[in-house]
């Protein structure tokens, strides 16, 4: 069975920075691109970032590109979002989530954790 | 990427058919077949309930299906329970640097 275990949400002052880590189980990590998704409250899905399979490619959304990096350790079959100069408007619930197909980065996401939750307030 | 377009609510009887929209442009929906949809039941996960445009995933029910035309894409609940009462939301690949874009998700009740 397929699990991921989101960790790392915490409250954070603005311009603050926080690392979220995902551990992944049930699944060969290694041969899946992972996604980052992100839900403010009471708001709709937000897709966030994607990494590759190999980690060698890495997309993120316009709202949080140069603030966040996407990583994965596949020795570890966890993923990770390092998050830089945080905004209020970066508060939400951030889910990892699994490309539903091997090896490629065109797919549905198939499998999600259950998130966690980041409050960026002073 | 501008989120793509859904209706904020849905409603339905059970046992009725109802139709979800989701409209984009040709750079996401309408120039790819890798439209998905999710359901969102309060406090929960999204579950995976359609991709590639039609495709329903093992173990979801055959009351759910999914379609496209141009910009377009849609979902169709047919024989509505109450169990259906959730939040849907596509979601597309786009040809633009961020590669995926969710809907702006529609709230189906069941009346």
């Known amino acids: 069975e397929v699990q991921l275990v989101e960790s790392g949400g915490v409250v954070v002052q603005p311009g603050g920075s926080l690392r979220l880590s995902c551990a992944a189980s049930?699944?060969?990590?290694?041969?899946?691109?992972m996604h980052w998704v992100r839900q403010a409250p009471g708001k709709g899905l937000e897709w966030v970032s994607l990494?590759?399979?190999?980690?060698?490619?890495?997309y993120y959304a316009v709202s949080v590109k140069g603030r966040f990096t996407i990583s994965r350790d596949n020795s570890k079959k966890s993923l990770y979002l390092q998050m830089n100069s945080l905004r209020a408007e970066d508060t939400a619930l951030y889910y990892c989530?699994?490309?539903?197909?091997?090896?490629?980065?065109?797919?549905?996401?198939?499998?999600w954790g259950q998130g966690t939750l980041v409050t960026v307030s002073s | 990427q501008s989120a793509l377009t859904q209706p904020a609510s849905v409603s339905g009887s059970p046992g009725q058919s109802i139709t979800i929209s989701c409209t984009g442009a040709s750079t996401d929906v309408g120039g790819y077949n890798y439209v998905s949809w999710y359901q969102q039941h309060p406090g929960k996960a999204p579950k995976l309930m359609i991709y590639?445009?039609?495709n329903r995933p093992s173990g979801v029910s055959n009351r759910f299906s999914g379609s496209k035309s141009g910009n377009t894409a849609s979902l169709t609940i047919s024989g509505l329970q109450a169990e259906d009462e959730a939040d849907y939301f596509c979601?597309?690949?786009?040809?633009?640097?961020?590669?995926?874009?969710f809907g702006t998700g529609t709230k189906v009740t069941v009346l």
């Open positions: 590639d445009v039609s």
């Open positions: 979601s597309s690949y786009t040809s633009s640097s961020t590669l995926n874009v």
């Open positions: 049930g699944f060969s990590f290694d041969d899946y691109a």
């Open positions: 989530a699994k490309a539903g197909r091997m090896t490629t980065i065109l797919a549905e996401l198939d499998s």
């Open positions: 990494i590759s399979w190999d980690g060698g490619r890495t």
